[in-house]
């Protein structure tokens, strides 16, 4: 049994973690709390855009021809497929995802039609079809969901052709709040959704299909629930968070890492490490006023980039990985102090070799046993391209399968 330390608690972490205990290692997590599984919307992204803003229709195609630089090319198209089935299969079962050959888009709570794979079965209705009827249902008592703008912008899009049109229905929040969270709505219909079910049923017309608030429920049979009570196809729309999608993946993912026996360390951060050689032995971790040395066979370091403090930037412009001081691939090899925009600061991060361990401007590993996931990879912009879970998936696979198959491994 090998001992790993997974830094972060965001998907890459989680996932990595449970991986790693699937596969027989004993393994702790280290964060200063969870990572941003919680605000994102749930579905599965590889890739969804490009540089150029023109919309990606095969997301593996991208992985396959993305650039050196990228994380993509260090991944590898199998590794992300692996990543994604493991999820699909595993922990996030319940959420009934869905693979196709491509991209589908599903919109937003600004009308836009976002591409994305991975589609959980909350959004399956949801998928935007050329020549299909949609009617988009907003709430009196839920601000995060215009309606009638998420409608027209939805038929003006370029990307592809519909009918919509849209309603707001009147449904009681619970305590009669008249300003109600996606949180308090979906905690309310887990338990209590009749009122709902009895509105939506009103609203559509022949083969229309309803489009809500992604507040269907935190638990994930409750959405397919509602729909069959509705009786015609009911999909949610993606809102800003607190987002239930997210909330529903995170949930299962930290319950499946309860069950495998991974201790997850909260309010602790990584600051440092003990060396010999090429080899971390141990993780220095801070918590409750003190720092203790936790001793390690393997690393798995994704503490996400710039916004969750694995990776800063100081008054000089000068870039770094805090923990470990790894080196920190600039784009373009320019002078970071030089970086004049937002996007070729975010490309900054670490670059990795297949096996996802750290490497130095040589392309040599800088530890034999660090390895790394997630958002501190630099050379992508997954806000932009809409490639986080593809990369956070891939790595974490990538980085467990290679301690699993290091012989160097000390086992107890």
Known sequence: MSRIIVIGAGLAGLSAALMAAERGHRVDVIAKGYGGTLLSHGSLDVYGWRADGTLVTDPFAEVD?????????????????????????????????????????????????????????????????????????????????????????????????????????????RGG????????????????????????????????????????????????????????????VLVPPPAIGGRRLHDLLVNACRAARVDIHLNARAVGAVVDGDAITAVRVQRAGRVTASRVDAVIHAPGGFESGGLARDSYGVITEPVFHLPIAIPGGKDPAELSSLEEILRCGVRVDERMRPVGADGAHVYRNLHAAGDVLGGALPFSELSGEGICLGAAWAAVTAISENEELTHE
């Open 65 to 173: 021809a993305a650039e050196p630089t990228h994380p993509y090319a260090a991944i590898g198209s199998a590794n992300v497929r692996a990543g994604l089935s493991w999820l699909a299969e595993g922990p996030a079962r319940p959420l009934g995802f869905d693979f196709a050959d491509a991209n589908r888009l599903v919109p937003t709570s600004v009308g836009a039609a976002r591409p994305t794979y991975g589609v959980p079965a909350s959004l399956r209705s949801s998928v935007l079809v050329d020549g299909a009827s949609y009617v988009v249902v907003g709430l009196s008592v839920f601000k995060d969901l215009p309606a009638s703008l998420v409608a027209d912008n939805l038929a003006r899009s370029p990307h592809v052709s519909v009918t919509v049109r849209s309603e707001v229905i009147d449904v009681a929040a």
């Open 177 to 236: 709040e008249r300003d109600a969270t996606a949180t308090t709505l979906a905690r309310m219909w887990d338990d209590h959704a009749e009122e709902l079910v009895t509105a939506l049923s009103s609203v559509g017309r022949g083969e229309e299909i309803l489009l809500v608030p992604a507040a269907l429920g935190l638990d994930p049979a409750t959405a397919p629930a509602i729909a069959r009570r509705v009786g015609r196809g009911v999909g949610e």
